[in-house]
């Protein structure tokens, strides 16, 4: 009957120690060629994803502390950009608040100059003016005296109304 | 039954065979599903990864990584070996001249006494590895030195419990197959009587052999842990 090598302790007058000597064999064998052939390149695979996953989160990581501090530093940069432009400004505005003043400091000494260089100028032409006109007035009247007085006054006389005249004209200057 | 020859060792050949072929399958299985492995996986490489990480799971779940970690390939071979093993016998079974040829190799005791001796062999033989001969003799006196014959029966009851559970289970199962085969071939109405049953049975010994091929590794880690880990 094939149920009598079916049942536990059923092998009788003999035991089948090749049934067993082939489990292990086969079974060993199989883990053996399974682990070489299969479960080996498989745990690699799977080692392999496990360390690029493990890689790409840690460069993640990395790359976002990177940015943040980038950012940071991009911030902090602008900051500086912001405050130095203020500066310039306020600089340049200082700047030409000073040149203005100076400009019109200069510009009024200038005029100033200028106005006594002119006051100065006319009292001179006025005075060359003046002598030129009395030395003209002078031979004019000498002129007139002359031809008026030709025959009448002795030359004493007329150096004498010369001199008068020219006192006076002395004078009335 | 065969004898060899040469050293007058007996063989059940339908044994051999079983076994023979039932590894091979589950080579065949593993080895085109590892072919061209991807850092994507796709198709049978997200199968044998989730068998891996199934396995894993089931060692993690006993003892720390550390320790468990080479057990992981015993563990996904003995999963898919019983478990393919399991299968076999279930589309059917071929007697030749009264003798069983084709069927679970799982159905017979030696084959899975073999398996189960040879865990916890192995648990024996890491537990003195892993924690050394005195902490390990050690062991036999916790919690109570008085519960050191409990503790020796113990073992002899976790191999029999380990071996006889995955061959009931599916030898019982062949069994029951057997019968309604023959059943539903004894006629027409046999057949139309064993019809229904036999789906039934056939889809809930597919259920049985997978949960006792869970079952086996389950236990294997569970004593390999109960020697190799410290706390427990």
């Given at each position: 009957m094939f149920f009598d090598h079916l049942v536990?302790?059923?092998?009788?007058?003999?035991?089948n120690i090749g049934d067993i000597a082939a489990t292990l064999i086969v079974f060993i064998a199989l883990m053996l060629l399974l682990k070489k052939f299969a479960w080996g390149p498989l745990m690699g695979v799977m080692q392999e994803r496990e360390d690029l996953i493990a890689s790409e989160i840690e460069t993640a990581e990395n790359s976002r502390l990177e940015s943040k501090k980038m950012l940071e530093e991009q911030r902090n940069l602008l900051k500086d950009a912001r405050t130095q432009a203020q500066e310039i400004v306020e600089n340049a505005k200082k700047q030409g608040e000073v040149s203005r003043e100076e400009i019109i400091t200069t510009a009024r000494a200038e005029a100033g100059r200028m106005k006594d260089a002119a006051v100065l100028e006319i009292a001179n032409e006025r005075d060359k003016a003046i002598s030129a006109v009395r030395e003209e007035v002078v031979a004019l009247s000498l002129l007139a005296a002359t031809k008026v007085l030709e025959k009448e006054i002795s030359e004493e006389d007329n150096r004498q109304l010369i001199n008068e005249t020219i006192a006076k004209a002395g004078e009335v200057q | 039954m065969w004898q060899d020859p040469l050293f007058g060792i007996w063989f059940n050949l339908s044994n051999v065979m079983m076994l023979l072929v039932a590894a091979l399958i589950v080579f065949l299985i593993a080895f085109f599903a590892t072919?061209?492995?991807?850092?994507k996986p796709t198709g049978m490489q997200n199968f044998m990864e989730w068998i891996m990480d199934f396995v894993k799971g089931i060692i993690k779940s006993n003892m720390d990584w550390r320790d468990g970690g080479r057990f992981h390939v015993l563990g996904i071979t003995l999963l898919m070996f019983i478990f393919v093993s399991n299968m076999l016998g279930l589309p059917f079974s071929i007697i030749v001249n009264g003798d069983l040829w084709w069927?679970?190799?799982?159905?017979d005791p030696t084959v899975t006494m073999t398996l189960a001796a040879t865990i916890i062999i192995l648990s024996h033989y890491y537990g003195i590895k892993q924690k050394g001969l005195k902490n390990y003799g050690a062991d036999y006196l916790?919690?109570?030195?008085?519960l050191f014959p409990l503790k020796i029966i113990e073992e002899f009851a976790n191999t029999l419990t380990l071996g006889l559970r995955l061959y009931g289970n599916i030898f019982a199962g062949e069994i029951l197959l057997g019968l309604l085969a023959g059943l539903g071939g004894a006629g027409i109405f046999g057949f139309a009587a064993a019809a229904l049953p036999m789906m039934a049975w056939q889809g809930f010994s597919i259920f049985i052999g997978a949960i006792q091929a869970f079952i086996f590794v389950m236990l294997t880690m569970v004593y390999i842990s109960h020697k190799v880990a410290d706390d427990h």
């Open positions: 536990l302790g059923a092998t009788g007058e003999f035991l | 072919r061209n492995l991807k850092l069927k679970s190799p799982t159905a916790k919690p109570m030195p008085f």
